[in-house]
């Protein structure tokens, strides 16, 4: 049929399209720190919400497969970039200002949505362990860009990640907890959370090491280099499939694998391999690229789906992203080491931005089969945490843009030093 043949030409366009716009986005972001995935937002509102040519149920399927797709890469690629150096470096500055914010961020997001929004206990823990992340994909290139001292953006990424990866096991926990129908969390955790963890942990370390034996003999064929793609991808769907967590064994995957040389042989060598490979820098090239790509389609989806119809929610939104901010503010006053340069202690203070991961668990109930009014529920916390991961993108744009060009310094300035 000559007009499906036409939609499917311009879709072929697009595609390349958006994947130049990507790249030339991240250019720009070099000149003026707008972070990429905001453009890639905005592109999506206005094929969306905006000029009404594209819905997320226009994707039928490939919504929920493009997020659980995302999750997977992201963290393995969050945790091959946990190595042991950075952790041991910026990790005791780091834990306590993510575990901190983490819970901050926890009490003030679950307590907005619990008694202003009326959404029960679970639902609103939900919510607020959601928006506990910071987001790599954000922070990283951010950081990257900017002046800091080594130490402070070995922080900034390593609370990133430690909170990505919190934030996404207790969610996906509250949501089992959801679904199994279990009334205390506690009674959960003490069942099934630490059963699912250490399995997940186990599936998680014996695939590295498995992979890692098979990898050598594999590099010797021609065209293999996305089997180790693959490999994630039966990683985390027999994960799942078992019913223990797919996120945390590749979580544990990419770390163990990031990390082989620092692992004890003895342990290796019960499960059975002499040695573990590492990736070369062409696979880690390729798996970044292939990040890249799921990452730009992924925003654009998430700018789709935003709703600005509804003024609730987006008050709701807007709402919790500031008491998120002024929340971490407090906290930095009182856990940055007062040595830290004032106008370091600020950009600490306000790179929290959300993102993919955020985005991707608030997805996450759509697909698990919940009951009807559940699904509502969860529908309403997806938009108000699309809208949060906006407006935090922005505000931290913003915020850096305002310290920057030196608007913002004495505030800030007037704020830290009250206490040193």
Sequence with gaps: HPMIMIVVYWLVFSVGLIIFAAHFFTA??????????????????????????????????????????????????????????TLKNSLKDSVILALTTFILTVIISSSIAYYFMAIDIIPALFIGSVLGSISPAVVVPIVRMLNLSDNA?????????ITDVLSIIIALAILKT??????????????????????????????????????????KFPNTIFTTLAFIFLLYGSSEILGYSGPISVLIFGIVLANSKKIPLEIVQRFGADHLTEFTSIEKTLFSEVIFLVKTF?????????????????????????????GRLILCKFLIKKNTPISESAMISFIIPKGLAAAVLAEVPMHM??????????????????????????????????????????RYKKFFSNFN
Aim: charge should be negative; glycine fraction near 10%; aromatic fraction near 12%.
């Design 298 to 326: 992924f925003f654009i989806f998430l700018g789709i789906s935003i709703q600005f119809s509804n003024f609730k929610i987006m008050f709701m939104g807007f709402i919790l992203t500031l008491t998120i901010y002024a």
């Design 178 to 219: 959801f679904q199994s129908g279990h009334n205390t969390i506690m009674e959960f955790i003490g069942t099934d959370l630490i059963a699912t963890m250490a399995m997940s942990l186990l599936l998680g370390f014996g695939g590295a090491v498995i992979w890692s034996t098979i990898l050598e003999k594999i590099r």
């Design 153 to 161: 953006k070995s922080m900034l990424v390593v609370e990133s990640a």
């Design 369 to 410: 089969g919940l009951p009807i009014n559940a699904i509502s529920t969860f529908t309403e916390i997806r938009s108000i945490i699309y809208i949060v991961i906006l407006l935090s993108i922005l505000l931290t744009a913003i915020l850096i843009y305002g310290q920057e060009s030196g608007m913002t310094n004495n």
């Design 28 to 85: 720009l972001f070099e000149k003026t720190r707008v972070p990429d995935v905001l453009p890639l937002i905005f592109i999506g509102i206005l094929v969306g919400p905006l000029s009404g040519i594209l819905s997320p149920d226009d994707f039928g399927y490939v919504g929920p497969l493009l997020s659980a797709v995302a999750l997977t890469l992201m963290l393995f690629e969050g945790g091959s970039h946990l190595t042991l150096e």
